[in-house]
Each structure stands twice: as C-alpha cells, then as structure tokens.
C-alpha cells in the first residue's frame, strides 16, 4: 500500500473523474488478459517499455539473476514487464478525500509475476524437503516449512527479501505514474504532494526479521500490516467505502501488528453469483470506476464492514485520517 496528500481539495476537482480515470488507466497497465503470457494488458510491451522502468530494474536485476542462478524454475515469465504494473483482483489506484475534503491517491499492489513465482516455486520445495524428514508424512501445503540453515530456507530469505523490495519499487514507479497522468489532466489544476505530509508505503503479507518478547525472530504478517508505535500505516476498505491512515500504538502482544484491511465475506464466484451489475452501481454510487460484470467478484458488499474492522483494533491504532473514495482503477 503506498498514499500520498495533495495540495488539490476536492472544490477543484472536475464535476466528472472519467478524464482522470483514462488518464491514470492508459499510465499504468492492470488486468491480466492471455493467461498473463505474451500480450497481456498487465503489463508492459517488451518493445515499449519506459525507461524510467528499465532504469530501476537495472537496480533489482543483479540479485535477481542471483535468485534464478540457485532456483532455475523462480524465473517468471513477466519479471521487468511487471515493475510499474498495477496486477487485477483487489489491487487497486484510488483517488480519496480525507475528513478536510483534501485530494489523496492511494494504491495497492505487490511484487506481481516474480513475487508469485518465487512464493510457488519455495512453497513446493517446502513440501518436498518436509517429506525427505518423514517420507510417511502427509504434508498439509498450510504447514510446510524450510528449515533454518538448510540451502533452501537461507535461499528463500534472500528472495523473498527482494521480492519485498520489488513491490516496493513498483509502488513508487505506479505513484509516480498517477500523479503525472493527474497533471496531464486539464480539468485539474496543477498541484504538488502537500510538503506538510508524509507519504504512507508499507508492506502487507511479507515476512522481517524482529525482536518480540526478546527473541529475534522471523514474523509473517498475513493480512496485517506493522503498527509500531508511531508507525503510520493504510487500511483500506472496499471499492465505494472508506480507508483508513493510522498511526500504530505498538502493543506487544499483537506483535506490534495490525489488520490490513476489510476481507472477504465469501468467495469470489459466490459473489459474482449473488449481486448483479444493478447492485454494484448502487453499491459504488459517486465513485468514478469500473461498473461492470468484470468487477463483481469486487464489489463493496463481498467484503467485510470496514468500521466494523477498525472497532475491533483500536487497541492496536489510532487513526489519524478517514478517507472516501471518489475514483477507482481496477484491473
């Protein structure tokens, strides 16, 4: 997740967000057409990419030719194609007013082809290493481990580390991208990220190396993101409903964690079972974004009450902003 506050406030912003929606959708490629091979809209066109991409690639490259040198099969097919890429599903680019109608662009989305290759590549040599431990075991795929100092746990440390790294790039590469698409828009006035803001980048469904309880250890936070005391953190809720800015209160016993976001209700062929396009628009009234079949499996009310979410945790934050979406990107 990654925010930013402008200095634009929602009186000059343009009775109509489609401009900026086209704007923003023809910057930064999202979806997945093709089964993500040759030609996918996700990501960029070999020929065609920009080089303000290739530049940062240039960075992450080394380690990760470093990566598929010890694990042949970690390479994905869309590595450098996918930095800058937004993905599909409940990855998302908004634009949002805080409690001050104050303009804010928000977005969501991770390490994209490499991340998933490497994450499936050591989630099947987890299996098999559990199994030469007990070749009568039955493996659960939620259980497997790598153990710590084998060549394969020390390998998937190092490559999910970069992993992280990469969706991190790639957030920055996208803000960057919508804030320009915001200026080429003539209906908005020129503006700057408000220099009295901090801009918000943090990390969901990663792994760190900390000390908790005095011990340094390996913490995975699964739909969660770090709420150290002071910390600023993004909680977003659904498309149509409000997310949230907070500031972490460190509490030990939740490993100085907190929850991400709004889940899922149900699944996602459930919910394009259950609502129509008629329910979606309803659902998502005043936000500019997509309003089609396509989008179902997204709508608001296959998630969770994003109040009800952040009742539950205020021992773990405080919350410093509320925002309201008024535009949506969905791939």
Known sequence: MMAVRTTLTANQLPDSLKNLRTAIEQAVPHGRTHQGRKGDVGAWKSSDIPQFVVKE?????????????????????????HLGTLGTGNHFIEAC????????????????GPGNRIGTVYVELAKNDMMKLDKQAKVDKDLAYLKEGT??????????????KFARV???IMMSSVLKAAHSCS?????????????VNCHHNYVNLEMHFGKEVFLTRKGAVSARDGELGIIPGSMGARSYIVRGKGNPDSFHSCS????????RTKARKMFSIEDHVR????????????????TPMAYKDIDDVMAAQSDLLDVVHRLKQVLCVKG
């Open 97 to 112: 007013l805080d409690e001050e109608d104050r303009v804010w662009f928000m977005l969501h989305s991770g390490s994209r």
């Open 187 to 199: 209906s908005i006035p020129q503006f700057e990220v408000d220099p009295f803001s901090k801009a």
């Open 151 to 164: 060549k394969n746990f020390e390998d998937y440390v190092f490559a999910v580390t970069w992993a992280q």
């Open 170 to 172: 790639n957030r920055d």
């Open 283 to 298: 659902a998502t009234e005043g936000v500019e974004c997509r309003k089609d079949a396509g989008v179902i499996d997204e």
């Open 57 to 81: 690639w240039d960075k992450l490259k080394k380690e990760y030719e470093y990566i598929c040198s010890r694990q042949p099969m970690a390479k994905a097919q869309n590595n450098m194609n």
């Open 260 to 267: 991400h976001g709004a889940g899922r209700t149900m699944s």
